[in-house]
């Protein structure tokens, strides 16, 4: 898919007002996905994920700021995270499907975040 140049500015400026609660989002998001996807906590046997860890909240800022760096790398997304699919691909073993739920439930989050939370200007 190919944005326009209108397009990528929006994904900019959305992203400059989430990019400020990157830790609340994040852990709000993963604390979402495994509550409506229980299986996905089978891939962090070694994390706490009770609500509000310490483990959880610092993974929720690595998957917003990898997701800050695409956002940086808006023409070559695909070369900004490769290294990151590689790991969860290869290494990690990560099923697919579970990004699109989890891609569902970080929109999701920043959605509420946008509409329930005041509003960063």
Known sequence: MTLTQAEKAAVTTIWAKVATQIEAIGLESLERLFASYPQT??????FDVSQGSVQLRGHGSKVLNAIG???????????????????HAYILRVDPVNFKVSGHTF?????????????VI
Do not use: C
């Not at 906590?41 to 070694?46: E, S, V, W």
């Not at 760096?69 to 790991?87: F, H, T």
């Not at 989050?109 to 329930?116: P, T, V």
């Open 41 to 46: 906590k089978t891939y962090f046997p070694h």
């Open 69 to 87: 760096e695409a956002v940086k790398n808006i023409d070559d997304i695909r070369g900004a995270l490769a290294k990151l699919s590689e790991l």
């Open 107 to 119: 929109r999701d989050e920043n959605y509420q975040s946008q509409n329930q939370r005041p509003q």
